[in-house]
């Protein structure tokens, strides 16, 4: 038997980081200090858009593990109340991988479709869910806003995100 080589080792070891190591890139890069009034939420929109699509198309690489080590820097990086990142990437993970079959076939507006009702649902759930921890209703055009800017970026990131997948990544 043949074993791969150590640079075929850490090819294949910083490939299989990539999904996990790219959506970190995302959130820290828009945690930069922009100057761009109420734009607070891009982060959480770009982590939402990454991990939807890495769990749709690349599963074995965006395990439930790598899901939860994002939320939990995401929510330590953001000062959000803390779980509450981590508790809507986990489910947008989960309701990319709970039809995947299905969705993996469907063209691309209506993935984009179905990645905005999820993006929707994490909103609505990211308000009432801070809402609660807060005891007290939060203006929810943060979460309008975070829903907009997450399905406005969609189908670029995607466009790159398919790229870098079919360029870098093994299919699955």
């Known amino acids: 038997m043949i074993r791969p080589t150590i640079g075929q080792q850490l090819d294949m070891a910083w490939r299989a980081a990539l999904p996990v190591s790219l959506t970190l890139l995302l959130l820290f890069v828009s945690l930069l200090s922009w100057h761009?009034?109420?734009?607070?939420?891009?982060?959480a929109a770009f982590v939402t858009v990454s991990v939807f699509f890495?769990?749709?198309?690349?599963?074995?690489?965006?395990?439930?593990?790598g899901v939860l080590a994002i939320g939990l820097c995401h929510d330590l990086l953001t000062l959000a109340p803390f779980?509450?990142?981590?508790?809507?990437?986990?489910?947008?993970?989960?309701?990319?991988?709970?039809?995947?079959?299905?969705?993996?076939?469907m063209p691309f507006l209506l993935i984009w479709l179905v990645f905005g009702l999820v993006a929707a649902g994490a909103s609505v759930l990211t308000?009432?869910?801070?809402s609660f921890l807060q005891e007290q209703l939060i203006d929810p055009s943060e979460g309008v806003r975070l829903f907009l800017l997450a399905f406005?970026?969609?189908?670029p990131l995607a466009a790159l995100f398919a790229w870098i997948e079919r360029r870098l990544l093994p299919t699955t």
């Open 54 to 65: 890495w769990s749709l198309h690349q599963p074995n690489l965006m395990t439930l593990w």
């Open 36 to 43: 761009l009034p109420k734009l607070g939420t891009i982060g």
């Open 127 to 130: 308000w009432l869910l801070v």
């Open 152 to 155: 406005t970026f969609y189908p």
């Open 83 to 105: 779980g509450v990142g981590l508790l809507v990437l986990l489910l947008v993970h989960g309701s990319a991988l709970w039809r995947r079959k299905a969705l993996v076939r």
